[in-house]
Structure formats: C-alpha cells, structure tokens
C-alpha cells in the first residue's frame, strides 16, 4: 500500500476516535443528569408516600375527634332520653339518638378505613425507601464509571492529539490538504472501498478504478463523494443493508 495512504488511513482513525471520545465526554452532564433524575423520581416516590401516610393520619385524628365529640353527644341524648316527660318528646329524643349513632357508626367505620389504609401506605413506604437505598447504589456506581470513563477518554484524547501531530508532519502538504478539506466537508475523509462500492456513499466505483485502486500505488478518490479510497484484500463482505 502507498505509504502516503497508510498514514492517512491512520490519521482517519485517530480523527474517529477523538471525535467519538469528545462526544462521549459531552454527553457526560446530560447522563448524570439522567442519573441524577432516577434519583429524583426515587425520592419522590418516597416523598409521596411520607405524605399520603401524614395525610392519613391527619384525617384519621380528625375523624377520633369528632367521634369524641359524637359519642358525647350520644351519650348526652341518653341521659336526656330518662328526664323526658311525654310521648312526643320521647319520640324526639329517640331520633336524635338514631341519628346519633349513625354518625357514630359511620366515623367508626371511617377510622377503620384509615387504620387499614395507614397499613397499606406504611408498607408503600418500606418499599420506597429500599427502591431508594438501591437506586442511590446503582446511580453512585454508574456515576463512578462514567466519571472514570471520561478522565481514561480525556487522557486517550492528549496521547492521540501527540500521535496526530507526530503523523501530520510525515503526510505531504497537498494529501494533507486534501484530508483536511474532506474532514471540514464530508466529516470523514478516508474510508474503504468495499466489494466495488465506496463505503461511505456506497456508489460502485468503475472497474478500471476498481482495479487501480487494489494496486493501492496512488492515492485515488471516489468519483461521487471525493473521500480518499483504499482497499484492503482481507477485507471481510460487506454486511447487507437493512
């Protein structure tokens, strides 16, 4: 293979992958924000539920009080009930007391709806709060790995920008032109022709250029996209296209 070809194959895969690892490390704040969001909803979860059981018991106390207040009040009608005097007033009273005891009844009942529903809500609480202690564990340990993968990607990024300056100087000016254009426009500047077709354009190449170019002694380019062609014997087929 011409060695101007060599260098330019490896100068595109130094570009590739210091653009893909500054990519990886721009995305880094949107991913911890991602994590930090799970942990977010986590809490909330937990929140919700410390709420419902506070609202719970809120109405669960307003409901003792006024069955206090109801109970009284029954009781009350009962001692009333022994000093009446007539019929029609005993026939009062006695509704007073039906009415009575129907709230009565009916705050018992609603006490009760609490009790079991404080149940239901202390055992939401439980659960949240160990979906919260895993969710931290898992967010803290990603946050890790993604922090560690960004410094190991920063540190790959310095060694290949070294490797891209010593590589630059050994390419002659036009070829390097030439790369420096195709990277500005196309954002891939050399790629492999693969089973007669550009792989980038995926345009197939004339025979004859087909055929100068498995020589590999000039540098050639795609007659449709420009990029920088090259070819390699033991490539492997190209896979289908969906």
């Given at each position: 293979m011409h060695p101007d070809l060599e260098r330019l194959i490896r100068l595109q895969q130094l570009e590739t992958f210091a653009e893909s690892a500054r990519r990886t490390i721009a995305e880094l704040p949107e991913r911890v924000g991602a994590l930090d969001r799970r942990l977010a909803s986590a809490r909330g979860a937990l929140d919700s539920a410390r709420q419902q059981f506070a609202a719970n018991q809120s109405a669960r106390r307003a409901a003792e009080q006024d069955l206090f207040t109801g109970q009284?009040?029954?009781?009350?009608?009962?001692?009333?009930?022994?000093?009446?005097?007539?019929?029609?007033?005993?026939?009062?009273?006695?509704?007073?007391?039906?009415?009575?005891?129907?709230?009565?009844?009916?705050?018992?009942?609603?006490?009760?709806?609490?009790?079991?529903?404080?149940?239901?809500?202390?055992?939401?609480?439980?659960?949240?709060?160990?979906?919260?202690?895993?969710?931290?564990?898992?967010?803290?340990?990603?946050?890790?790995?993604?922090?560690?993968?960004?410094?190991?990607?920063?540190?790959?990024?310095?060694?290949?920008?070294?490797?891209r300056q010593v590589l630059v100087t050994e390419i002659p000016a036009p070829a390097m032109a030439t790369f420096e254009l195709l990277m500005g426009r196309r954002g891939t500047a050399v790629v492999e022709a693969r089973d007669g077709h550009c792989t980038a354009c995926h345009v197939r190449l004339r025979p004859q250029a087909f055929n100068d170019l498995r020589r590999s002694d000039s540098l050639m380019q795609c007659d449709s996209c420009q990029r920088i062609l090259y070819f390699r014997e033991n490539s492997s087929p190209t896979p289908p296209a969906e």
């Amino acid at each position: 293979m011409h060695p101007d070809l060599e260098r330019l194959i490896r100068l595109q895969q130094l570009e590739t992958f210091a653009e893909s690892a500054r990519r990886t490390i721009a995305e880094l704040p949107e991913r911890v924000g991602a994590l930090d969001r799970r942990l977010a909803s986590a809490r909330g979860a937990l929140d919700s539920a410390r709420q419902q059981f506070a609202a719970n018991q809120s109405a669960r106390r307003a409901a003792e009080q006024d069955l206090f207040t109801g109970q009284a009040r029954l009781s009350k009608y009962k001692d009333q009930l022994m000093e009446v005097k007539t019929n029609k007033e005993y026939q009062a009273m006695q509704k007073e007391i039906e009415v009575a005891q129907k709230e009565v009844r009916q705050l018992e009942d609603r006490i009760l709806e609490r009790m079991i529903e404080a149940d239901e809500i202390a055992a939401a609480i439980k659960q949240a709060e160990s979906g919260l202690v895993a969710e931290q564990a898992e967010v803290d340990a990603e946050r890790q790995r993604l922090e560690g993968e960004a410094r190991a990607l920063q540190v790959e990024l310095e060694e290949v920008a070294a490797r891209r300056q010593v590589l630059v100087t050994e390419i002659p000016a036009p070829a390097m032109a030439t790369f420096e254009l195709l990277m500005g426009r196309r954002g891939t500047a050399v790629v492999e022709a693969r089973d007669g077709h550009c792989t980038a354009c995926h345009v197939r190449l004339r025979p004859q250029a087909f055929n100068d170019l498995r020589r590999s002694d000039s540098l050639m380019q795609c007659d449709s996209c420009q990029r920088i062609l090259y070819f390699r014997e033991n490539s492997s087929p190209t896979p289908p296209a969906e």
